[in-house]
């Protein structure tokens, strides 16, 4: 199993920035992709964004790209979502996620992820 915790989400006008954050505890391993999606009333669940654990491979919706970059600590433990230039479409509630069959690949799929975080609002205001 593997506990995901996200923090850092909030109220912010458009053009600002937020960095979110992942911490995971549990069992994680090399093979582990790890992914953020958002999730906005209405709509289904969509990729933003994920690294895998080693190589440090990155990937990102086309609609963040440019804006919002993936990282991770050292330990692997920890992963980062910092978002800039802020959009009120990009208001949701951001998941981090865990794919641990990822062995150095990212999957754009929600069900190619197993475990989710509970979710942190970000909030764009025009």
């Known amino acids: 199993q593997v506990q995901l915790v996200e923090s850092g989400g909030g109220l912010v006008q458009a053009g600002g920035s937020l960095r979110l954050s992942c911490a995971a505890s549990?069992?994680?391993?090399?093979?582990?992709?790890m992914g953020w999606f958002r999730q906005s009333p209405g709509k289904e669940r969509e990729f933003v964004a994920a690294?895998?654990?080693?190589?440090?491979?990155?990937y990102y919706a086309d609609s963040v790209k440019g804006r919002f970059a993936i990282s991770r600590d050292n330990a692997g433990n920890t992963v980062y979502l910092q978002m800039n230039s802020l959009k009120p479409e990009d208001t949701a509630v951001y998941y981090c996620?865990?794919?641990?069959?990822?062995?150095?690949?990212?999957?754009?799929?929600?069900?190619?992820?197993?475990?989710w975080g509970q979710g942190t609002q970000v909030t764009v205001s025009s």
């Open positions: 996620a865990v794919d641990p069959d990822g062995w150095g690949t990212i999957s754009v799929r929600a069900r190619a992820y197993d475990y």
């Open positions: 549990g069992r994680t391993r090399s093979s582990d992709t």
């Open positions: 690294i895998t654990w080693t190589g440090g491979k990155t």
